[in-house]
């Protein structure tokens, strides 16, 4: 190692400017905090969402931040995903991150879940983010970089009671992660997974406002609180950025340290 190694370190590894992503899911939720993180490190950011957005995910973008840019569009509609990855590179000509953060959760026993509730899971969670990371991965293939960030769950580790559908397609997307990044490392693009833990959101509303259950998540966490949207806007950056580009197939676990009690 010379010297210079060392000293050509800066935290412009961090920036994203002059970069361009794509966001699923990205105007509400964790998904839009995932935007504003990216818009703001310097990305044009494209969004894909089936909830139209009137503006209110690009006016929390801090001046001097890249251009956020909503379209509507179903993912789970054949042909979508090509559709919206070239709508992507002909907005901002060119896609160098993706992030397939879209989700759906529907809650159920074994024996009640059943075929109509797994199914549109499994299109959502699952497969849109495979269609979305085939045609992501025919881009940017050519032009040797890229960075493709899957958002799995505890449930990728976990069993989760009342979890059938989406337990199976947070394990789905682990491997989805890790075969993409055997095969994609050799042409200079990373492959890796943010794992949220519990975060405070309107999807854990009801659970956040029950005492009880509230408590037991808490005693759960050695951080002692829910994990807020910010929380993740700092790593997903980084498996954004060149800091990471000897970080490849990892499932990056954001929990307030969950699974290690």
């Given amino acids: 190692m010379s010297q210079a190694d060392l000293t050509d370190f800066s935290l412009d590894l961090f920036s994203l400017a002059g970069k361009t992503a794509l966001v699923t899911g990205g105007n509400t939720g964790l998904g839009q905090g995932f935007t504003v ?11 894909p969402s089936v909830l139209e957005d009137a503006g209110e995910t690009a006016a929390l973008v801090r001046p001097g931040g890249g251009e956020v840019r909503c379209a509507v569009a179903n993912l789970t509609d054949e042909g979508v995903p090509e559709r919206v990855i070239g709508e992507c590179v002909r907005e901002f000509g060119q896609l160098d991150v993706l992030v397939n953060s879209a989700g759906i959760v529907r809650l159920g026993g074994v024996t009640e879940f059943g075929r109509a509730e797994w199914d549109p899971m499994l299109a959502v969670n699952l497969t849109a983010a495979f269609e979305l990371s085939h045609f992501a991965a025919k881009h940017m293939i050519p032009r040797g970089s890229g ?7 505890l449930f990728t580790f976990l069993g989760g009671l009342d979890s059938p559908a989406y337990a199976a397609t947070k394990h789905g997307i682990a491997g989805l992660t890790k075969a993409y990044a055997d095969e994609l490392g050799a042409h200079g693009i990373q492959v890796n997974a943010l794992a949220p833990g519990y975060f405070a959101t309107a999807i854990t509303a009801e659970t956040r406002s029950k005492p009880g259950e509230n ?12 994990g807020e949207v910010r929380d993740l806007m700092g790593p997903l ?7 990471s580009n000897y970080v ?7 929990d307030g340290g969950y699974l290690v009690r």
């Fill in 215 to 226: 408590q037991r998540i808490l005693d759960r966490i050695p951080a002692g609180r829910w």
């Fill in 37 to 47: 993180a990216l818009a703001n490190a310097g990305a044009n950011v494209y969004v």
């Fill in 147 to 153: 960075k493709i960030i899957n958002i799995a769950s």
């Fill in 248 to 254: 490849n197939g990892h499932v990056l676990s954001v």
């Fill in 237 to 243: 950056v980084f498996l954004a950025s060149d800091a």
